[in-house]
């Protein structure tokens, strides 16, 4: 057991790494084509950690954002089944979050277990960070079964591009769109993504992996 959580420990720091370089970036078209093989919806299940300055509420709320963008590009909605509060502080470092996040929930009852965290304080940190363009991520999603998130603040389009990690396997980042490696989801300081649009091929993965099992490990491209 103890072995394994080493092992998970390993992976996410690899993840942790692929979070702030741009590793594999696929070619990508903007083109979005109306498409009908967004049905049948995937409904995901979700377990949050509701942490500091969030409520179950401010979550339910979160994951309705995040739905305006994704079921209608790849028939995926978010849907929130169980919360716990925790007065916890998440640690700064989101390796030791997720590891923390892992051994309390091993086996979830649900697809997604989201740990969600707003220090007012940090952000005035985060703030001075952004103001020396220091890259601070705000979110990240495991390497090994990408079903455990760790967040800080509440917004929709990060979600978004970490429920895309959850669904793309062969690639880490994409040239445009939501899976774009760097935007305003890791670095606060750069130019926001405004679209909250998937290209045509991170969409196309998305819907062929929409069904896969949150309980298998996940096989990485490269
Ligand atoms: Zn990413």
Request: with cysteine; proline share 5%; charged share 25%.
């Amino acid at each position: 057991m103890k072995k394994g959580l080493r092992k998970v420990g390993e992976r996410v720091r690899r993840l942790v790494v692929i979070g702030v370089c741009l590793v594999l970036l696929q070619g990508c078209t903007e083109a979005i084509r109306k498409r009908s093989d967004i049905y049948p919806i995937r409904k995901v299940t979700v377990t949050t950690i509701a942490g500091r300055n969030v409520s179950c509420e401010d979550a339910g709320g979160l994951y309705v954002k995040t739905n305006e963008y994704l079921e209608p590009q790849v028939g995926i909605v978010l849907y929130q089944e169980v919360c716990a509060d925790t007065d916890v502080k998440m640690p700064s470092d989101f390796m030791d979050a997720m590891n923390r996040l892992y051994q309390e929930y091993p086996e979830p009852g649900t697809n997604m277990v989201i740990w969600l965290d707003r220090d007012t304080g940090e952000l005035i940190k985060r703030g001075l960070l952004k103001l020396l363009m220091i890259p601070q991520p705000q979110a990240a999603i495991d390497d090994v079964y990408r079903r455990y998130i760790v967040m800080r603040g509440l917004d929709p389009i990060v979600l978004l591009h970490e429920i895309g990690h959850a669904f793309i396997f062969s690639h880490t980042h994409s040239e445009k769109g939501v899976m774009k490696g760097v935007g305003i989801q890791l670095f606060p300081g750069t130019p926001a993504i405004s679209s909250g649009t998937f290209c045509e091929e991170d969409r196309d993965e998305i819907i062929r992996n929409k069904f896969r099992d949150f309980s298998k490990k996940v096989k990485l491209g490269k």
